[in-house]
């Protein structure tokens, strides 16, 4: 990762910054950019010989530069410096409690803007309600030593989009919003969006890099379907197409034996349930209740690899880094509660690291193996989806003959995982790169605008 410079404020009445003594530069920077905000200024090499970066205090102020600040990248491009990254974390859900302002998020937040000091970069948060268009300010929540800090500061370089749901990505004041940061202010936005089951799928089926990793999935339209998948496999799970947290996941199974069909799920109340019925047209009806085929998948099922009779899928986290290359930055694997369909944690599921599971011959393959898919299908989405992605949190399943498969890709991936205590390390790593794919996103607007 690119070394960050230690900032330093002093007391001058000028606008001047001094500039680290190992700072390359081409030419005198005539100008200091932090995020949108440009200020004529006169740059100097510190005149200590010093390795830090010297901001006057007016010079601070006109840049709106928060005194928490301890550290920052350098970029030039011609005669004009860029501080940063600024990264503004966009979010909703926000409260008025100084202490958990973002509500129950309030500690992930913490944890993300924690790694900025290591990084030279600048992250807040932010949400609609904070921009002030006519001046060309976000009122911005930092995080500084142990508390909150609303400051003002310009609108950032890159933006991290951090909302948590469907629903706010919908909102037509969203969406209006975010095309007026992109089109008039040229901010990119990295990891938009949450990626639908079935269009995601279908995108990568024709890519023959991940085509091979993928389980046979369709849009569930009849129940004619559902009874073909049901005659080549011995199980399938219907899905909410655009479900998450495994809320909505019915495992459906034909027993010939007892010439019933069975459907395993989680009721509202979180207990995993079975239930017979003597045909299909009774279960999908009690499965659906009322709402529309299409708003459901159908995927074959896979018979996975098992811990102590219980099925087991892993967590594979993979981000970008600050040269914008792929890296599998976490792999835990998560075990099904009894009897459950899935392996979330509210479903009675348990994260275990695979030094757990595995020899350690068998541990090397199938991490080996774990990680090539992981960046294989990372490729492949980046490829395939639109927007700038510089995280995904990927479900991957393994079979009794080591294949692996791809059971779904989250674009804002939950970081449930990182509550083993072995995976701490994993947990500063991811948090660290989402925000590092932030500095290179940042340069590499900075030098597509230069002429």
Request: charged share 25%.
């Amino acid at each position: 990762m690119l070394k960050p410079f230690k900032v330093e404020v002093f007391q001058e009445e000028r606008l001047l910054l001094y500039l680290p003594v190992s700072f390359n530069r081409d030419s005198i920077p005539r100008s200091i950019t932090l995020g949108t905000r440009k200020v004529e200024a006169e740059c100097r090499t510190h005149p200590n010989g010093r390795n830090v970066i010297g901001i006057s205090s007016p010079l601070a102020d006109a840049l709106h530069l928060p005194s928490g600040v301890g550290s920052l990248h350098l970029h030039q491009v011609e005669e004009e410096l860029y501080l940063g990254a600024l990264i503004g974390v966009f979010t909703a859900g926000f409260t008025q409690f100084k202490m958990n302002p973002i509500g129950e998020r309030s500690r992930m937040f913490q944890r993300l803007l924690a790694v900025q000091g290591t990084l030279g970069v600048i992250p807040f948060v932010f949400g609609e309600h904070d921009i002030q268009w006519e001046d060309g300010l976000i009122h911005g929540l930092f995080h500084f030593g142990d508390q909150w800090e609303r400051h003002f500061i310009p609108f950032p370089t890159v933006i991290y989009d951090r909302l948590p749901n469907r629903r706010s990505e919908k909102k037509r004041s969203f969406l209006s919003l975010k095309e007026r940061l992109q089109g008039e202010y040229g901010i990119p936005w990295y990891n938009p969006g949450f990626f639908n089951k079935l269009d995601l799928f279908e995108r990568l089926a024709g890519d023959e890099e991940a085509a091979s990793f993928l389980p046979e999935t369709h849009q569930f339209q009849s129940i004619s379907d559902l009874e073909r998948m049901l005659a080549t496999y011995r199980h399938v799970y219907v899905k909410p197409a655009n479900g998450s947290l495994g809320n909505g996941i019915h495992k459906i199974t034909y027993d010939r034996g007892k010439d019933g069909y069975f459907c395993r799920f989680k009721d509202g109340d979180q207990q995993v349930r079975l239930l017979r019925f003597k045909n299909l047209e009774s279960l999908v009806h009690s499965v659906l209740k009322g709402r529309k085929f299409d708003s459901f998948i159908i995927q074959q099922g896979i018979d996975l690899i098992e811990d102590d009779h219980r099925p087991l899928d892993f967590r594979v986290h993979t981000n970008k880094d600050d040269e914008g290359r792929w890296h599998v930055s976490a792999i835990a694997a998560k075990v099904a509660g009894s009897g459950s369909v899935t392996t979330h944690a509210k479903a009675g599921g348990e994260v275990k690291v695979l030094s757990e599971l595995f020899a350690e011959d068998e541990r090397h393959v199938m991490e080996t193996r774990l990680k090539d898919a992981a960046i294989r299908l990372s490729h492949s989405i980046e490829a395939n989806m639109e927007g700038y992605v510089g995280e995904i949190g990927f479900d991957l399943g393994a079979d009794a003959s080591g294949r692996i498969w791809m059971f779904e890709a989250n674009s804002k991936p939950g970081r449930s995982i990182f509550t083993h205590p072995s995976l701490k390390a994993e947990d500063i790593l991811t948090r660290k790169l989402a925000l590092s794919f932030g500095v290179f996103l940042s340069r590499k607007t900075i030098e597509e605008l230069v002429p």
